[in-house]
């Protein structure tokens, strides 16, 4: 079977497993921030958490091709499940989290099995579609979601037994590092594995995978599933950290902002999400602070700027920029 990936797919989609300074960069930058910017945990936090999100997505968008606009419906998910745990059997996170995935997961292979049969927009549609139903679940069961009144006063036990959750936010900043650094390490192993590779030579003509032999279904399914799975974790650890779950995390308004953060950063690159969601929350806050009323304006005509400069995202922009710069020295 490896062969056969290796046949459908050129010699420049192979893996390199080297670590190089993009490997360590982020994790240094998450670090750094951690000791110099205390005041601003609470946000770090928020920007982790919104990178496993990102993460998920460019998992199915990016190295699967699957368009969709509904990816909040597993964050949501996510978020419900680790509140209602906390809530009703136990404040301890771990777990919690591990139940999210499995929820979120579930979620996402039953709606993936139907809906992956569809291609276009009629696949986009339909992702809106379960997001709109889960909203619409989260707001009328109000027994075990709330309504709209949503779900707080979670608690949540220290981690490990050692770690008690602070009011500055420490550890719950280094509990979503943690998590990101879990998360990213296992979507690296698989989109370097055979199954990633399979992926991308589905993303690009799926029609010469079947031809091959490969069960594109099944494989698109898994890796949506898979997807879920990550993106349920962002909403457990939203929902641990913020102790508060409502419906606004079952709309498109949040599927349609994390879409554009990895687009800012660039789709199908695995470092995108670390550039981009940085980049437009900390825009995002900067532009509020500086002109409280028409801060959308500047936040608009900054992506305006971005798609006619670097359609690619930021990460493209730059791999372009230093390859100019290489390409000068050596001349």
């Known amino acids: 079977m490896k062969s056969e990936f290796l046949y459908v797919l050129p010699a420049s989609a192979l893996p390199y497993h080297r670590i190089t300074a993009m490997d360590v960069l982020p994790w240094l930058a998450a670090l750094a921030a951690f000791f110099l ?23 199915a968008l990016g190295f699967a091709g699957i368009n969709t606009l509904g990816h909040a419906a597993f964050f949501g998910v996510g978020a419900y499940t680790a509140a209602w745990y906390s809530l009703h059997v136990s404040p301890e996170p771990l777990s919690g989290l591990a139940l999210a995935a499995l929820a ?136 641990q950290i913020t102790k508060t779950v409502g419906l606004d995390l079952l709309t498109f308004q949040l599927s349609g902002n994390i879409l554009i953060m990895l687009i800012v950063g660039g789709v199908g690159r695995l470092y995108g999400a670390f550039i981009g969601i940085p980049l437009y929350m ?34 493209q922009l730059g791999q372009t920029a230093w390859a100019r710069l290489r390409g000068g020295r050596q001349q």
């Open 282 to 315: 900390l825009l995002l806050d900067r532009a509020a602070a500086v002109n409280p009323f028409h801060w959308m304006f500047f936040v608009g005509l900054a992506l305006i700027l971005l798609v006619r400069f670097a359609p690619g995202g930021v990460l």
């Open 104 to 239: 979120a997961a579930l979620v996402g292979a039953l709606s993936g099995a139907l809906l992956l049969r569809t291609r276009g927009l009629a696949l986009l549609m339909l992702t809106m579609v379960i997001t709109v139903l889960l909203h619409e679940v989260a707001n009328t069961w109000t027994s075990v979601t709330g309504g709209a009144d949503g779900l707080s006063g979670m608690s949540a036990t220290p981690l490990f037994g050692l770690f008690a959750f602070d009011l500055y936010g420490k550890v719950a900043y280094l509990y979503a590092l943690g998590a990101l650094f879990a998360v990213f390490v296992a979507i690296r192993m698989v989109t370097n594995s055979p199954f990633g590779l399979s992926l991308r030579g589905i993303r690009e003509n799926s029609r010469r995978m079947e031809l091959v032999g490969v069960s594109v279904h099944l494989r698109l399914v898994a890796a949506y599933t898979l997807a879920a799975a990550i993106a349920g974790i962002a909403g457990a650890l939203s929902a």
């Open 37 to 59: 910017f205390d005041t601003y945990l609470s946000l770090g936090t928020q920007i982790l958490l919104m990178v496993i999100f990102g993460l998920s997505l460019d998992l």
